[in-house]
């Protein structure tokens, strides 16, 4: 034999998820389908807030096919949605129950479900079913002060404290204060297929069964066993293609609940598919926040201390994540900068609107843009650059491991590895900042609103703490991943293929990645958090590196060499100088059968699990720039250019990585500029279809250059990965605003989305005070 | 309501009698009554295109367009593309390129620019993200989507 192993990890090879993608042979939620189904629709509330008075199903009973309607009494057994990570008493009793009952508290709030033997017979009876609510005084703005949200209790459930050091020694000690009043707009992931579910119970096995899982089945298989009060072991869930997570799809909402309990009690599977109106209202929204937030800083422009209050808008109820978003908000805002003391309260509110939750870089796409505006402000203050105040302001590599006592996902912040202005100095080299500076004064001067922006960020990856893979070689040669981990479409099966071709020594086209399966794998905790890659890759490497030894021990008995002298290449193992006989890793497996005579005192099998823990997340980081002109006569922002510049530490499959950016480019900058859920005073949501609330088409992409960085990979997994799924999003919102700012003169831009109505007030206002 | 229609719909050159009422989408008709799930449904108001398939030749929403309307017309889906094992040179594209990640959108995609480079391979950069401006797709950016159609139409051109 001859030949060198591959290297498949840092190799831009294609996907394995493709060709069944691109020939319509995929299969999203509603392509499953399942004999004799039932068909679910939701009846939901009109109102944003009221007291649910009366449901008349007695028409749309009456309807043909129909063969149920559910309302709250008809449930009345089931729990309110638990939090995944389990019980919490504070938050309790702030839980959304799975249809309402009593009162309501958004307008898309589930009050009633029709089961039909149709789906279009269902969405007519749903029209029937007569729903009376006396409305209520809505509370839409999540800074005002707390209300009554059910007796004994406020719209404040909980206030998010954390912080460091001596705050009003800092203040008191400053050279220059700087307050801002920053907010961020109601936006979500917007994923482009709808959620779907579908319920099953297998009576002859007593598995009641959910198809159309995502993003994390196996953890919300724990808590569909809590909230059900069945055994794991009768609740499986299967994950297919999804069309885009982004953090939405994959929690447990009422519809999951009810298709679940409604297969068991009706004794027919029951599929529900949301619409695109129901998706806008009824799926978690993300990001709004409004900060108050004041910088003490010395006389050179160094950080003493950040003080910020926020107001964390939450919507109706507490979903699964509980306050996550909050508690990350606080434990991340401080970013790359070096800061002695700190103190945040986030004022986590209810209001009567959706429902929130994360949506791709939680917690960060908000702080992103909140600190960064607070560092340029702080730049302009002292009449410095905002290239130099970062400068001054930064953590240096030589700081690494910078551990700050705060937490994020319940995890302590423990900055892992990072040369943070190498990056910058990189990112300003490849756009060539000083030339841009320049084109953009003269271009100025001759009358165009143009602008230059800048944000940097620290990004977090890779939330253990552990994770699970088994990695079995079948005698036909084929080797199985089986992860516990998901797959939202980022490209999972790919990567993990890769790493487990490079320690197996195979073609990665050999290998099947099995995932989202309950039945397949006991443990695992899904795609959320930027973490399949670090966690399961890790994992997959240590499996790997199992079967490797096994195959190599039994393969030394067979070809009586030993295992030093042995390697594997492209799936056939011989001896490293290419001498003597060779044995493919498809025959090694079918000496190591239960039956096989060969195989000694082996454990059966060419198998092996592998684990792989962490204590800390790693923490990737980056650097964005972008040159945006405001179109003067509409007020329309035109990025012209864009950089990212993102470290990942080691990049499997930099062709995918850069996707990773691209696409979450493309996100943020919809939150940047035209996504926003807008309501009236009433709490009547505005945003309801594609024509009212804009997603970012390929018309609206930039000349985009994308630096992958791996200078800094991470010391706390052996492959040195860090997460690339939120890098791109993450500090969107921060540079366009820090650009548009720019064009304007600075001191403008407070708040996301950037709409061209707001600048165009502002230009105009401008010309008629000349 | 209920009254239905019996009609021909004739998809990638293959027949299939139909029972449906007059309200039944086209989409509807061509994932649920002839089992062809490849066009998928996004948006059902004709903004997003994940659900774009050829009628007579031209890229149609078929969630804004009825089954009765397509009565008689050449219907092409994502499942017509590929010929035997050989794929559509647009379905090599999108996986060279990287232009697809969860793929939903993929499809849509696929049957507008087979659509309109049929037509037109000799469009302009500006014409072309112009014509990819019509579809939504909320995990690539759309940057690899472009590459791939441009790097057809540029081979369609180059071919005599």
Same mark, same amino acid.
């Given at each position: 034999?001859?030949?060198?192993?591959?290297?498949?990890?840092?190799?831009?090879?294609?996907?394995?998820?493709? %060709?069944?993608?691109?020939?319509?042979?995929?299969?999203?939620?509603?392509?499953?389908?399942?004999?004799?189904?039932?068909?679910?629709?939701?009846?939901?509330?009109?109102?944003?807030?009221?007291?649910?008075?009366?449901?008349?199903?007695?028409?749309?009973?009456?309807?043909?096919?129909?063969?149920?309607?559910?309302?709250?009494?008809?449930?009345?057994?089931?729990?309110?949605?638990?939090?995944?990570?389990?019980?919490?008493?504070?938050?309790?009793?702030?839980?959304?129950?799975?249809?309402?009952?009593?009162?309501? $508290?958004?307008?898309?709030?589930?009050?009633?479900?029709?089961?039909?033997?149709?789906?279009? /017979?269902?969405?007519?009876?749903?029209?029937?079913?007569?729903?009376?609510?006396?409305?209520? *005084?809505?509370?839409?703005?999540?800074?005002?002060?707390?209300?009554?949200?059910?007796?004994?209790?406020?719209?404040?459930?909980?206030?998010?404290?954390?912080?460091?050091? *001596?705050?009003?020694?800092?203040?008191?000690?400053?050279?220059?204060?700087?307050?801002?009043?920053?907010?961020?707009?109601?936006?979500?992931?917007?994923?482009?297929?709808?959620?779907?579910?579908?319920?099953?119970? *297998?009576?002859?096995?007593?598995?009641?069964?959910?198809?159309?899982?995502?993003?994390?089945?196996?953890?919300?298989?724990?808590?569909?066993?809590?909230?059900?009060? =069945?055994?794991?072991?009768?609740?499986? &869930?299967?994950?297919?293609? /999804?069309?885009?997570?982004?953090?939405?799809?994959?929690?447990?909402?009422?519809?999951?609940?009810?298709?679940?309990?409604?297969?068991?009690?009706?004794?027919?599977?029951?599929?529900?598919?949301?619409?695109?109106?129901?998706?806008?209202?009824?799926?978690?929204?993300?990001?709004?926040?409004?900060? $108050?937030? =004041?910088?003490? +800083?010395?006389?050179?422009?160094?950080?003493?201390?950040?003080?910020?209050?926020?107001?964390?808008?939450? @919507?109706?109820?507490?979903?699964?994540?509980?306050?996550?978003?909050?508690?990350?908000?606080?434990?991340?805002?401080?970013?790359?900068?070096?800061?002695?003391?700190?103190?945040?309260?986030?004022?986590?509110?209810?209001?009567?609107?959706?429902?929130?939750?994360?949506?791709?870089?939680?917690?960060?796409?908000?702080? #992103?843009?909140?600190?960064?505006?607070?560092?340029?402000?702080?730049?302009?203050?002292?009449?410095?650059?905002?290239?130099?105040?970062? %400068? =001054?302001?930064?953590?240096?590599?030589?700081?690494?491991?910078?551990? =700050?006592?705060?937490?994020?996902?319940?995890?302590?912040?423990?900055?892992?590895?990072?040369?943070?202005?190498?990056?910058?100095?990189?990112?300003?080299?490849?756009?060539?900042?000083?030339?841009?500076?320049?084109?953009?004064?003269?271009? $100025?001067?001759?009358?165009?609103?143009?602008?230059?922006?800048?944000?940097?960020? /620290?990004?977090?990856?890779?939330?253990?703490?552990?994770?699970?893979?088994?990695?079995?070689?079948?005698?036909?040669?084929?080797?199985?991943?089986?992860?516990?981990?998901?797959?939202?479409?980022?490209?999972?099966?790919?990567?993990?293929?890769? +790493?487990?071709?490079?320690?197996?020594?195979?073609?990665? $086209?050999?290998?099947?990645? +099995?995932?989202?399966?309950?039945?397949?794998?006991?443990?695992?905790?899904?795609?959320?958090?930027?973490?399949?890659?670090?966690?399961?890759? #890790?994992?997959?490497?240590?499996?790997?590196?199992?079967? %490797?030894?096994?195959?190599?021990?039994?393969?030394?008995?067979?070809?009586?060499?030993?295992?030093?002298?042995?390697?594997? /290449?492209?799936?056939?193992?011989?001896?490293?100088?290419?001498?003597?006989?060779?044995?493919?890793?498809? *025959?090694?497996?079918?000496? &190591?059968?239960?039956?096989?005579?060969?195989?000694?005192?082996?454990?059966?099998?060419?198998?092996?699990?592998?684990?792989?823990?962490?204590?800390?997340?790693?923490?990737?980081?980056?650097?964005?720039?972008?040159?945006?002109?405001?179109?003067?006569?509409?007020?329309?922002?035109?990025?012209?250019?864009?950089?990212?510049?993102?470290?990942?530490?080691?990049?499997?499959?930099?062709?995918?990585?850069?996707?990773? &950016?691209?696409?979450?480019?493309?996100?943020?900058?919809?939150?940047?500029?035209?996504?926003?859920?807008?309501?009236?005073?009433?709490?009547?949501?505005?945003?309801?279809?594609?024509?009212?609330?804009?997603?970012?088409?390929?018309?609206?992409?930039?000349?985009?250059?994308?630096?992958?960085?791996?200078?800094?990979?991470?010391?706390?997994?052996?492959?040195?990965?860090?997460?690339?799924?939120? @890098? @791109?999003?993450?500090?969107?919102?921060?540079?366009?605003?820090?650009?548009?700012?720019?064009?304007?003169?600075?001191?403008?831009?407070?708040?996301?989305?950037?709409?061209?109505?707001?600048?165009?007030?502002?230009?105009?206002?401008?010309?008629?005070?000349? | 309501?209920?009254?239905?229609? !019996?009609?021909?719909?004739?998809?990638?050159?293959?027949?299939?009698?139909?029972?449906?009422?007059?309200?039944?989408?086209?989409? !509807?008709?061509?994932?649920?009554?002839?089992?062809?799930?490849?066009?998928?449904?996004?948006?059902?108001?004709?903004?997003?295109?994940?659900?774009?398939?050829?009628? !007579?030749?031209?890229?149609?929403?078929?969630?804004?367009?009825?089954?009765?309307?397509?009565?008689?017309?050449?219907?092409?889906?994502?499942?017509?593309?590929?010929?035997?094992?050989?794929?559509?040179?647009?379905?090599?594209?999108?996986?060279?390129?990287?232009?697809?990640?969860?793929?939903?959108?993929?499809?849509?995609?696929?049957?507008?620019?087979?659509?309109?480079?049929?037509?037109?391979?000799?469009?302009?950069?500006?014409?072309?993200?112009?014509?990819?401006?019509?579809?939504?797709?909320?995990?690539?950016?759309?940057?690899?989507?472009?590459?791939?159609?441009?790097?057809?139409?540029?081979?369609?051109?180059?071919?005599?």
């Amino acid at each position: 034999m001859t030949g060198k192993p591959t290297a498949w990890i840092g190799a831009s090879v294609a996907r394995l998820e493709d %060709r069944p993608l691109v020939t319509g042979r995929g299969r999203f939620a509603d392509d499953i389908s399942f004999p004799h189904q039932l068909h679910m629709r939701m009846v939901r509330s009109a109102y944003a807030h009221g007291r649910l008075s009366r449901i008349d199903t007695s028409e749309a009973l009456a309807v043909r096919g129909v063969v149920a309607i559910w309302t709250a009494a008809d449930i009345a057994d089931l729990p309110p949605i638990d939090f995944r990570e389990g019980p919490n008493e504070t938050l309790a009793p702030f839980r959304q129950s799975v249809l309402a009952s009593g009162h309501v $508290r958004y307008a898309g709030e589930p009050v009633a479900a029709v089961f039909a033997t149709d789906p279009y /017979v269902a969405e007519d009876a749903a029209d029937l079913v007569e729903v009376v609510i006396d409305e209520l *005084d809505a509370v839409i703005d999540a800074a005002d002060e707390p209300s009554e949200f059910a007796k004994g209790l406020t719209t404040e459930p909980t206030i998010c404290r954390q912080g460091f050091g *001596d705050i009003a020694d800092a203040f008191k000690h400053a050279a220059k204060i700087v307050e801002l009043d920053l907010a961020i707009g109601r936006h979500s992931a917007v994923p482009l297929e709808t959620r779907g579910a579908i319920g099953r119970y *297998d009576a002859a096995r007593d598995v009641l069964e959910l198809h159309g899982a995502a993003k994390v089945p196996h953890r919300n298989r724990e808590s569909l066993s809590r909230m059900l009060g =069945r055994s794991t072991g009768g609740i499986h &869930l299967y994950e297919s293609h /999804v069309g885009g997570g982004f953090g939405v799809r994959g929690e447990i909402y009422p519809e999951d609940i009810l298709v679940l309990v409604a297969a068991m009690r009706l004794g027919r599977p029951v599929k529900w598919i949301e619409d695109r109106r129901e998706h806008m209202i009824a799926a978690n929204h993300s990001r709004q926040q409004r900060h $108050r937030i =004041r910088a003490a +800083v010395d006389a050179d422009g160094r950080l003493l201390g950040i003080d910020d209050q926020f107001y964390h808008d939450q @919507g109706a109820y507490i979903r699964t994540h509980g306050t996550r978003i909050a508690d990350m908000s606080c434990g991340i805002l401080p970013g790359p900068y070096r800061l002695p003391n700190y103190r945040v309260n986030g004022h986590f509110r209810l209001t009567n609107k959706t429902p929130a939750a994360t949506y791709r870089s939680p917690g960060r796409y908000e702080t #992103n843009f909140v600190r960064e505006r607070l560092m340029d402000a702080i730049a302009r203050e002292f009449g410095l650059s905002r290239i130099e105040i970062r %400068r =001054r302001n930064l953590i240096a590599p030589e700081e690494m491991p910078y551990a =700050r006592p705060l937490l994020a996902l319940g995890d302590e912040v423990v900055l892992d590895s990072g040369h943070y202005e190498a990056l910058l100095d990189k990112a300003l080299a490849r756009c060539n900042w000083d030339r841009l500076e320049r084109e953009v004064q003269a271009r $100025r001067k001759a009358g165009e609103l143009v602008g230059l922006g800048v944000a940097m960020y /620290v990004e977090k990856s890779g939330l253990g703490p552990i994770d699970g893979v088994r990695v079995h070689v079948h005698p036909s040669g084929e080797v199985e991943v089986i992860t516990g981990g998901a797959s939202v479409g980022q490209g999972f099966e790919t990567v993990v293929a890769q +790493v487990c071709a490079e320690v197996l020594g195979i073609d990665y $086209r050999k290998i099947r990645v +099995v995932h989202g399966q309950t039945d397949r794998i006991e443990y695992g905790i899904g795609a959320h958090a930027t973490r399949a890659t670090v966690m399961t890759a #890790n994992a997959t490497a240590n499996a790997a590196a199992a079967v %490797r030894a096994k195959a190599l021990d039994m393969a030394a008995q067979l070809l009586q060499s030993s295992v030093g002298d042995l390697t594997i /290449v492209n799936g056939v193992i011989g001896r490293h100088d290419g001498k003597g006989a060779t044995i493919t890793l498809g *025959d090694t497996a079918h000496h &190591l059968r239960p039956m096989s005579s060969t195989r000694g005192e082996r454990v059966p099998s060419l198998s092996a699990d592998g684990w792989f823990t962490t204590e800390h997340m790693t923490y990737p980081y980056g650097v964005q720039i972008a040159q945006v002109k405001i179109d003067q006569g509409t007020g329309r922002v035109d990025v012209e250019k864009m950089l990212i510049a993102f470290d990942v530490g080691r990049a499997i499959n930099p062709m995918l990585v850069r996707g990773q &950016l691209v696409g979450g480019y493309a996100q943020g900058l919809g939150g940047a500029l035209f996504e926003e859920f807008q309501y009236d005073e009433r709490g009547q949501p505005l945003s309801v279809t594609f024509a009212d609330y804009l997603l970012p088409t390929a018309g609206d992409m930039p000349e985009l250059d994308v630096l992958i960085a791996e200078d800094a990979p991470s010391p706390r997994n052996p492959l040195g990965i860090k997460g690339a799924g939120e @890098g @791109g999003v993450a500090a969107v919102g921060a540079v366009i605003a820090s650009a548009v700012d720019d064009a304007l003169g600075g001191g403008l831009i407070t708040q996301l989305p950037i709409t061209p109505q707001a600048l165009k007030a502002i230009i105009d206002q401008r010309k008629a005070g000349k | 309501m209920s009254e239905r229609h !019996d009609i021909n719909l004739k998809i990638n050159g293959a027949d299939y009698a139909v029972s449906v009422e007059a309200r039944r989408t086209l989409v !509807d008709t061509i994932r649920d009554n002839c089992g062809l799930t490849g066009t998928h449904i996004g948006c059902e108001h004709g903004v997003c295109g994940a659900c774009t398939v050829l009628v !007579d030749g031209e890229p149609v929403r078929s969630c804004l367009m009825f089954a009765v309307q397509a009565q008689g017309r050449e219907i092409r889906t994502v499942e017509g593309l590929q010929q035997g094992d050989r794929l559509h040179p647009l379905q090599e594209a999108f996986m060279q390129h990287h232009a697809l990640q969860c793929g939903f959108c993929t499809p849509g995609f696929l049957m507008l620019a087979v659509g309109v480079l049929e037509k037109h391979a000799d469009l302009s950069d500006e014409e072309l993200i112009d014509v990819l401006s019509s579809n939504l797709c909320r995990c690539t950016g759309y940057e690899n989507i472009i590459k791939a159609v441009r790097a057809v139409a540029e081979s369609m051109k180059a071919r005599p």
